[in-house]
């Protein structure tokens, strides 16, 4: 960790792109005031950057739900078209949980996009997908999570990315760094995350995780509770959105689509200070 110093290009630029799905976006870490109605660990990345050395701009071209073909058409140029200095990239999680996949054939794509990125000359910031313990019926997935997060490890090494192994931490084993819908994390999961790749990245920061008390053990009753409300919350309206062929991105636009100053004080928020409040979030 620290070994990637963050140096600006020649023109004296530091910009930094999010590119993905809904772990970038931020979904799960709700702020009324800031775009698609979340914030998120690459938000926060952000901020921290600009208090260390001011100048950053940031873009996050992540929308929920899409899947690594999306990425590639959607944000893969528009991307490159910024010249960032730094860019962050998680896809294919949401590939993973659709039958058929070819994981072969989704690395060779990943691994594609992965050089693209590594061409510009940008750090490059890469993720494994984190085995959630979210039901027995997606334990079969398990699998491709494992042949997925070893070829980002391959990758990321082939590209000289830098990779934030989020399969290893710890720390998420703790469900209340999951939101409700047990797929996404909470806002603290995205604090904690935004100090991984902060540290990975050798910039300074105060991010530091929440001592809790252990988790109280739920009892039969309570879980079996918590079963219904999470399957008639979130299991149901996404397999009837598998099936209508819908997602909930296809109508949301980019939450930072072009590269904005982010502010030493005051944060992403300073910037939306006189806008109309975001839109509720939906995960």
């Not at 929920?64 to 962050?88: G, N």
């Not at 334990?139 to 070829?151: F, G, M, S, T, V």
Request: charged share 30%; net charge positive.
């Amino acid at each position: 960790m620290g070994s990637f110093p963050l140096l600006p290009d020649r023109n004296g630029r530091r910009r930094f792109v999010a590119l993905g799905d809904s772990f970038t976006e931020g979904v799960g870490d709700r702020s009324k005031r800031l775009p698609n109605g979340v914030r998120g660990w690459a938000d926060r990345v952000a901020e921290k950057l600009a208090k260390a050395e001011p100048g950053w701009e940031y873009a996050n071209l992540a929308i929920r739900s899409k899947r690594l073909r999306h990425i590639i058409d959607e944000q893969l140029e528009p991307a490159l078209a910024m010249q960032p200095t730094l860019v962050t990239l998680y896809a294919g999680g949401n590939d993973i949980l659709d039958f058929g996949t070819d994981v072969d054939a989704l690395m060779a794509e990943y691994e594609s996009l992965v050089a693209r990125l590594a061409a510009t000359g940008a750090t490059v910031v890469l993720f494994t997908g984190f085995d959630v313990k979210v039901s027995a019926v997606l334990e079969p997935l398990k699998k491709r999570n494992i042949a997925y997060n070893r070829r980002v490890r391959e990758i990321a090494a082939r590209y000289n990315a830098v990779l934030v192994d989020y399969w290893c931490f710890d720390a998420f084993h703790d469900r209340r760094m999951w939101d409700s819908d047990r797929l996404h994390m909470s806002k603290a999961g995205h604090k904690y995350l935004a100090g991984q790749v902060l540290d990975h990245l050798g910039v300074p920061h105060k991010i530091s995780p929440l001592e809790w008390e252990p988790p109280s053990k739920l009892s039969l009753r309570e879980w079996e509770q918590a079963q219904r409300r999470w399957v008639h919350d979130w299991v149901l309206p996404l397999f009837g959105r598998k099936l209508r062929g819908v997602t909930l991105g296809d109508m949301l636009s980019p939450r930072w689509p072009e590269p904005v100053k982010v502010p030493r004080k005051g944060g992403l928020k300073k910037l939306l200070e006189k806008a109309p409040a975001a839109a509720p979030e939906g995960n």
